[in-house]
Every structure is written in C-alpha cells, then in structure tokens.
C-alpha cells in the first residue's frame, strides 16, 4: 500500500459503490455478529454459539471485506482476533477503524477481542484495547456466555446513554 494509506483510509473515504454493499444478504431485522477470526475451526466454534444466541452471523476472509461491512451495517456484535489479518496486534486493521468511530456510532457496537496476550474478561486489557471484553483463547468454549452476560452488561451500562440518544433524534 502507498505510504500513509491504510485499510481505515480506505473504508471510509470509499465511494458509495452498491457493489460494495455487502450488508445486504445480512436482511432486515434480528442481531447480527460478525465474526473476525482467521482459524476456520475457531470461526466455526464462534459462529456457532453466536447464532445459538440468536445473531445472524458474518464471516469476512480480509480486514478489507470486514470494514466494507461495518461501513454500511451496524452490527450488534463483533468478536475479531487481535491477530486477524495481520501479525502485529497493535496493527489490527479491524480495531482501528473501530477505535477512529464517533462514539455515537461505537457505543451501538458490542466488540470482544480474542487472543493469546491477556487473561479473560481484564478490564484493564479491554479498556486499553478499546473494546467491551477480552477473551483469551482457552476460553473459547465459553465464548457464548461470556458474550451473552457482556452484551446484557453492556446495554444496562448504556441504557441512559442510548435512551437519550433516541430521544434527541441521534440514535
């Protein structure tokens, strides 16, 4: 890529092309998840307790494919892998562009971060990583609970937040 330009620059400066309009199979109404995990074992195991809970899923092959998507739909929740895409964390081209959101936006989205590098459910790693929830990789097959109690925490928190926002006509 051209030096100063990133997957971020691109997603949101990009034209308003119908051919990248790659929400439109996600349909109209329920919660929708997308899932950013490069192992398709993992991606399997996450998709499968989302959609237990009720999400219908995304499962983008790129950081690319994954802005497109979050640039036109958005999505209750979105579990990526610090390594998705990339081999370096603090490049995550996927965290990026959540963390470059009006706060307006960001506060709809629910987004856990998984890998290999924090303990599950850090406070401390979550806020530093500008995310609702870590989850380390062996605790993966609780990955469903831990969404469903984070998701539920995460409304009660922002309850006030949001209820104002719709009421001023902002959300």
Do not use: W
């Amino acid at each position: 890529m051209e030096e100063g330009k990133t997957l971020v620059n691109e997603a949101v400066a990009a034209g308003d092309d119908p051919a990248d309009r790659s929400f439109d199979f996600v349909g109209g109404g329920g919660a929708t998840a997308l899932v950013c995990e490069p192992d398709p074992a993992l991606q399997e195991k996450i998709g499968g307790d989302l959609a237990a809970l009720g999400y219908r899923i995304t499962t983008p092959a790129t950081a690319k494919e994954a802005l497109k998507a979050m640039r036109f739909h958005v999505f209750d929740v979105v579990v990526v892998n610090e390594r998705f895409d990339t081999e370096d964390p603090e490049a995550n081209d996927v965290l990026r562009y959540l963390e470059s959101m009006a706060m307006a936006t960001r506060r709809r989205f629910f987004v856990a971060l998984v890998g290999a590098a924090f303990r599950t459910m850090d406070n401390m790693a979550a806020f530093n990583r500008s995310v609702n929830v870590v989850i380390h990789l062996n605790s993966i097959d609780e990955i469903g609970k831990i969404v469903k109690q984070g998701v539920a925490d995460n409304r009660a928190f922002y309850h006030v937040f949001l209820e104002t926002q719709r009421k001023t006509g902002k959300g």
